[in-house]
């Protein structure tokens, strides 16, 4: 199956600081999505991202599929930035429903 | 429009027991998603499901796991005699159809098996 990698997989930042998070996948994808685990456990979808660029806000967005690679860009951070970024993919064909998640990269931002 | 529903949000089960997890889509939904979160393992995939039909279990436990959505009222993942290592969070989603947009999550179910 796929193999997602995400690095840095902690980060530490003070308020107000930008970040750069990187997903890569082993294979070719056609769905791509960033979410957000905050410290109640919830599951906010950030992006719905295969390819191009998107942005929400404070945080955007970039997916080079022929590259492989997604990255995930939060500027002027907040302490409710918090929590874990996840990356998840779905190959190309009939099974792009079944996410593949990457293990994550747990940020902290400092007041 | 409320978004995806379940519950409870969290349970305690002693092992042996039975659990039973309910997911309401949102309105207009009618394909359904269960993950599983566990502590060292990330989320995962177990099952796909339309109304009255599983369309893509390779997810699942082989035994003591079962997952329905029923042509009325929510989807139920139902996990016979839980053991210590069930205890995860399982998380639902649903689209209106195979996905192609983003894919929004209920809050949880955080199992806990003493």
């Known amino acids: 199956g796929i193999q997602v990698e995400q690095s840095p997989p902690d980060l530490i930042l003070q308020e107000g600081a930008n970040s750069t998070l990187r997903c890569n996948f082993s294979d070719s994808v056609n769905n791509l999505q960033w979410f957000h685990q905050n410290p109640w456990g919830q599951l906010i979808n950030l992006f719905y991202i295969p390819s191009g660029t998107k942005q929400n806000g404070r945080l955007s967005a970039t997916t080079v599929a022929t590259e492989r690679y997604s990255l995930l860009y939060i500027s002027s951070s907040q302490t409710t930035d918090s929590g874990v970024y996840f990356c998840a993919v779905g190959g190309s064909g009939g099974s792009n429903y079944k996410l593949t998640f990457g293990k994550g990269t747990l940020l902290t931002v400092n007041p | 429009n409320a978004g995806v529903m379940q519950n409870p949000r969290h349970l305690v089960r002693r092992r042996g027991q039975e659990a039973r997890l309910r997911c309401s889509p949102m309105k207009g939904h009618s394909h359904v998603y269960w993950y599983r979160q566990l502590p060292e393992e990330g989320l995962k995939f177990m099952v796909y499901l339309q109304k009255e039909n599983i369309i893509d279990e390779s997810g699942m436990p082989k035994e003591r796991f079962s997952a329905e959505f029923p042509k009325e009222g929510p989807s139920i993942l139902r996990i016979q005699q839980v053991v210590r290592g069930d205890s995860a969070a399982y998380f639902c989603?649903?689209?209106?159809?195979?996905?192609?947009?983003?894919?929004?999550f209920g809050s949880g179910t955080q199992l806990s098996v003493l």
């Open positions: 989603a649903s689209s209106p159809r195979n996905i192609r947009g983003k894919l929004l």
